[in-house]
Structure formats: structure tokens, C-alpha cells
T-cell receptor, first 116, second 115 residues
């Protein structure tokens, strides 16, 4: 079945540092890939997405490129801020139809803490 | 933007009671809604897929009679935790997939604590 593996956290950085959170996936066909962010006590917010190979998703300074050859979708940001402290989830949506359509498979989440 | 409202945000109740959680899409129609459970410092586990006007599809290992799902309209799905016990304490999150297409939108979650 589909699966998503994220680098284990927690990740602690100083403000303005460079961020990378690794994400690799296993899926059949051509899934869509997502990064979600969860702030304390809240639900998930879509951060960015990519729907086909070599697509680059970007939002709020975050970027991730859909790499089919390495089955990866690593999240990067050049200069993090304290307000970026949250839990980040990598996810995929199966390309299959039927009852599996629209289902998201999540990675285990990576806690990011940014210090001033 | 698309908004999903989940209510209540927090509930504390005694063991043996039933708790209903509502998930509403406020500005779009959602033929499909998803219910997730999240344990502390862990990822989201899909519990069931709720389809408007039909029975929910439950994931393996999720008790249908324990977690009752109703999707009576294109903007509302409810999850009822029946005869809740302390082990049911968790963070429950719903999401809604717009009928017009596009990514899922998540509610803010419900923190359920069973004493």
C-alpha cells in the first residue's frame, strides 16, 4: 500500500537558518503530493502541493519539488522565522479511483521549533 | 477561501457517554468528508470516508458501531463516539473534499477527553 516517510524530528533551528525536511514516498502510479502544517491546537493547513513529476510547489517561502526518480518531496525554506514553528506533515493522495480516491496518506510529522 | 468548521473544539465527559462531533463545510459543497484520529505526537490516522447519502467506508480496525458516521447533507458530516471510554480520548480531525474538485480542507479538530 501507499506510505510516506518523513525525517524524524524534532528539528530545532535559529531564526534565518535554512530548513530541509526530507520526505519520501511509496505509491503505485502517479500520486499527488502535499505538505501540510499544523500549529498547536489547530487542524491542518495546506502549505503547498505538486500533482506531477518535476512540479515545484511553493508558498510563504517554502518550496518542494516532486522527484519521481527518487520518490521524494523534500520541504525547504531559505530563512525560517519563529512563526514557522509548527508540525509539518508530508502526504500523498493516491491516483487510484474507487474507494481509494481522495484518501490522504500522511507521514509521521516533523516538529519544527525556531528560536529567535 | 474554503472553510471547514468543526464543533465542538474541546469536550470533556464521563466514561460511558456518547459524544457527537460536527464537521461543516461553510462555503462549498462536499460530497466526501474524511475523519481522522491523531494521537499525541503522532500522525493522522484515517478512520473513515464519509460520502453524502451513503454509508461511510471504514478503515481496517475501526469499529463501525463505536464510531458512527452520518453524512446527511452536502455540507455536514457527524461523528458520534458511542459509549466513550478513556482509550477513546484523542484529537479528532475532519476534512472535506469540494465537490467541484481541489484539495481537502481541514477543520481545526476536536480534543476529546474521557474521564
Amino acid at each position: 500500500g501507499d506510505s510516506v516517510t518523513q525525517m524524524e524530528g524534532p528539528v530545532t533551528l535559529s531564526e534565518e537558518a535554512f530548513l530541509t525536511i526530507n520526505c519520501t514516498y511509496t505509491a503505485t502510479g502517479y500520486p499527488s503530493l502535499f505538505w501540510y502544517v499544523q500549529y498547536p491546537g489547530e487542524g491542518l493547513q495546506l502549505l503547498l502541493k505538486a500533482t506531477k513529476a518535476d512540479d515545484k510547489g511553493s508558498n510563504k517561502g517554502f518550496e518542494a519539488t516532486y522527484r519521481k526518480e527518487t520518490t521524494s518531496f523534500h520541504l525547504e525554506k531559505g530563512s525560517v522565522q519563529v512563526s514557522d514553528s509548527a508540525v509539518y506533515f508530508c502526504a500523498l493522495m493516491s491516483a487510484g479511483g474507487g474507494t481509494s480516491y481522495g484518501k490522504l496518506t500522511f507521514g509521521q510529522g516533523t516538529i519544527l521549533t525556531v528560536h529567535p | 477561501g474554503a472553510v471547514v468548521s468543526q464543533h465542538p473544539s474541546r469536550v470533556i465527559c464521563k466514561s460511558g457517554t456518547s459524544v457527537k462531533i460536527e464537521c461543516r463545510s461553510l462555503d462549498f459543497q462536499a460530497t466526501t468528508m474524511f475523519w481522522y484520529r491523531q494521537f499525541p505526537k503522532q500522525s493522522l490516522m484515517l478512520m473513515a470516508t464519509s460520502n453524502e447519502g451513503s454509508k461511510a467506508t471504514y478503515e481496517q480496525g475501526v469499529e463501525k458501531d463505536k464510531f458512527l458516521i452520518n453524512h446527511a447533507s452536502l455540507t455536514l458530516s457527524t461523528l458520534t463516539v458511542t459509549s466513550a471510554h478513556p482509550e477513546d480520548s484523542s484529537f479528532y480531525i475532519c476534512s472535506a473534499r469540494p465537490a467541484r474538485g481541489g484539495p481537502q480542507h481541514f477543520g481545526d479538530g476536536t480534543r476529546l477527553s474521557i474521564l
